[in-house]
C-alpha cells in the first residue's frame, strides 16, 4: 500500500500554533509524507507566538520538505495529483470564509481549491473567535459541502470569548482517518473543557 500523502496548512491563528505544530508531529508520525503549507499572513507575520521565519523553519523541519508559500507553488498541486488529504490547521475565519465563497487568494485557498477539484478530502480545523457570530454560516455552509471535514471543536472560553470556536487539535489525526474513508469524525461539536 502506497503512503498517504499529506497537504498541513497553517493560517494565521497564531495562538494555536503550539497546538498545531503539535499536530502536525503527530500526522507525521502517523502518516510520513507531508507537505507543509502556509498562508501569506503565516509567512509574513511575526507575532508574539514566535516569528513567521521560525515556525517555518519548524515546519519544515518536521516534514523535511520546503514550505509551500505562494499561489504559484500550490496551484499544481490538484493538476499533478500531489496530495491524499488536505488538512487547513488552524483554520481561522478568514479562510473559512473564503473556502466558503470560493475565493482563491492565497497558498492555502489555492491548495483547498486544487485539492478538491480531484474529489479529495479537505480537513478544516477551526480556530476563530466569531465562529459564533460572523464565521457561523461559513461554518454552515462548509459543513453541507461535499468532500470537507471538520476536526471536531468547541467553544474554547464560553465565559470570555463566547463567539470563539476551536478545533480539538489532537484530533487531527482521527479526523484525517475518517475523511480518508469518507467519514465526518463525529460528535462534531464538543462539550467546552471544565476547568
Known amino acids: 500500500m502506497e ?3 499529506v497537504g498541513f496548512a497553517f493560517c494565521g491563528s497564531f495562538c494555536t500554533y503550539a497546538q498545531a505544530m503539535q499536530a502536525l508531529e503527530q500526522v507525521k508520525a ?3 509524507n507531508i507537505t507543509p503549507i502556509v498562508s501569506q499572513a503565516s509567512a509574513e507575520t511575526d507575532t508574539r507566538f514566535g516569528s513567521a521565519h521560525d515556525h517555518m523553519r519548524e515546519m519544515e523541519r518536521i516534514c523535511s520538505k520546503r514550505v509551500i ?3 504559484a507553488k500550490a496551484e499544481p498541486i490538484g493538476p499533478k495529483g500531489l496530495l491524499d488529504v488536505l488538512v487547513i490547521c488552524p483554520c481561522t475565519g478568514n479562510t473559512l470564509g473564503k473556502l466558503a465563497c470560493g475565493i482563491t487568494d492565497t497558498a492555502v485557498t489555492m ?3 486544487a485539492h478538491l477539484r480531484n474529489g479529495a478530502p479537505v480537513v478544516l480545523a477551526v480556530a476563530t473567535n466569531d465562529g459564533l457570530a460572523a464565521s457561523a454560516r461559513n461554518i454552515g455552509a462548509l459543513l453541507d459541502k461535499k468532500n470537507v471535514y471538520f476536526v471536531p471543536f468547541r467553544q474554547d472560553d464560553p465565559a470570555e470569548k463566547p463567539t470563539s470556536l476551536v478545533a480539538d487539535f489532537s484530533l487531527v489525526p482521527e479526523t484525517i482517518d475518517a475523511a480518508l474513508r469518507g467519514e465526518q469524525l463525529q460528535p462534531v ?4 473543557r471544565t476547568a
Open 3 to 5: 503512503p498517504i500523502k
Open 111 to 113: 491548495a483547498a481549491k
Open 189 to 192: 461539536l464538543l462539550a467546552p
Open 30 to 32: 502517523r502518516y510520513g
Open 69 to 71: 508559500d505562494s499561489i
